[in-house]
């Protein structure tokens, strides 16, 4: 297979058409989100896009290479720490 062949394979669509004909009407989307969830989500990519350049940029001009370990220690600490359950009590 040529290289033209297979980006034009990895590229394909499908119309949007024959997506709606071949979903049954009870498992198509909906819309869910409103104004006010739209823009929450908006600033709070805001927001949390302004904390790493923020940290990035305090990282590089004070703190130095010992940013990483702490950058490593929050992210294991975050990825070992288990979820609360469902009644909202943290588990033992």
Do not use: C, Y
């Amino acid at each position: 297979m040529s290289m033209d062949e297979s980006r034009t394979q990895m590229l394909r669509r499908k119309p949007l058409t024959e997506v709606e004909d071949d979903t049954p009407p009870d498992e198509r989307l909906t819309k869910s989100l409103g104004p006010w969830q739209l823009t929450a989500i908006g600033v709070g990519g805001i927001i949390g896009a302004g904390v790493f350049s923020l940290a990035g940029s305090v990282a590089h001009s004070v703190t130095g290479p010992a940013v990483l370990i702490s950058f490593l220690i929050a992210g294991i600490t975050g990825v070992s720490r288990r979820p609360p359950r469902r009644n909202g009590r943290r588990p033992r």
